[in-house]
Each structure stands twice: as structure tokens, then as C-alpha cells.
């Protein structure tokens, strides 16, 4: 693979397929998000390596659940570009896109009142 910019981790429940009802089991998926493929298309072709990082198991089902959909990715929950010592728990990536992030912008203050008032977008709706 060519070498790329920038990295991003992707959170896949509630990011790349509606979890709307929650866990259902270990291959038991929704429909994908709309406009989840054209996005993962976008970062692919401005050249970003794409990491699915979830609490789910790299298993053959999820990666045929990702590829009859047609969203692009480079890894499951690995990064074999990773520095060696740095590869225990967090995975290194340029930016996290999760459905329940936070971002920490230096103000502990207003982060904990964000985290106080926070609500996942499926529960907006």
C-alpha cells in the first residue's frame, strides 16, 4: 500500500451502521448510515488510511457486512504502521470519528460541562 497523509480511526457502531437498536449480537448489523459509503469514499480518495476501530471482533461476517456495502477501509482495529512500544491498547490515528466523542479543545472546564450535557446523536432523533 502507498504511503498516506493522515490516519483515521472510525467507530462503527452508530458511525458507519445504525445502531438504532442497540447490541444484538456479535454479527448482527443495521443498515449502514447514509452517506457512510460516499464518506468513507471521500477520505479514501484524499488519501487518509481508514481503521475501523470497535469494541466488535474482527470477524468474516463484519468484513463481509463492509465490503457488500461498499465502504472502503484499510484495517480493523489494528495499525500495522505503528510505531513498535506504542502499539499496546489506543491505536495511533490523526482523529477519532466516534458517535460519542468528545473533543478536548485545552478548557477542562468546558469538556466536563460538554460530557454533563452530552447526548449521542441517535438519541436526538
Same mark, same amino acid.
Given at each position: 500500500?502507498?504511503?498516506?497523509?493522515?490516519?483515521?480511526?472510525?467507530d462503527?457502531?452508530?458511525v458507519?451502521?445504525?445502531?438504532?437498536?442497540?447490541?444484538?449480537g456479535?454479527?448482527?448489523y443495521?443498515? $449502514?448510515?447514509?452517506?457512510? #459509503?460516499?464518506?468513507? =469514499? /471521500?477520505?479514501?480518495?484524499?488519501?487518509w488510511?481508514? %481503521?475501523?476501530?470497535?469494541?466488535?471482533?474482527?470477524?468474516?461476517?463484519?468484513?463481509?457486512?463492509?465490503?457488500?456495502n461498499?465502504?472502503?477501509?484499510?484495517?480493523?482495529?489494528?495499525?500495522?504502521?505503528? $510505531?513498535?512500544?506504542?502499539? #499496546?491498547?489506543?491505536? =495511533? /490515528?490523526?482523529?477519532?470519528?466516534?458517535?460519542?466523542? %468528545?473533543?478536548?479543545?485545552g478548557?477542562?472546564?468546558?469538556?466536563?460541562?460538554?460530557?454533563?450535557?452530552?447526548?449521542?446523536?441517535?438519541?436526538?432523533?
Amino acid at each position: 500500500m502507498e504511503k498516506h497523509s493522515k490516519t483515521i480511526c472510525i467507530d462503527f457502531d452508530g458511525v458507519i451502521h445504525d445502531y438504532s437498536k442497540g447490541w444484538r449480537g456479535i454479527d448482527v448489523y443495521d443498515r $449502514p448510515i447514509a452517506g457512510a #459509503k460516499e464518506g468513507l =469514499l /471521500a477520505l479514501r480518495n484524499a488519501g487518509w488510511v481508514i %481503521i475501523i476501530y470497535t469494541t466488535r471482533n474482527d470477524t468474516p461476517k463484519l468484513r463481509e457486512f463492509l465490503e457488500s456495502n461498499e465502504l472502503v477501509f484499510d484495517y480493523i482495529n489494528v495499525n500495522p504502521c505503528q $510505531p513498535v512500544g506504542s502499539d #499496546k491498547g489506543k491505536i =495511533l /490515528a490523526d482523529v477519532y470519528l466516534d458517535d460519542k466523542g %468528545i473533543t478536548f479543545d485545552g478548557d477542562w472546564e468546558k469538556t466536563v460541562s460538554a460530557i454533563h450535557t452530552f447526548t449521542p446523536w441517535q438519541r436526538k432523533c
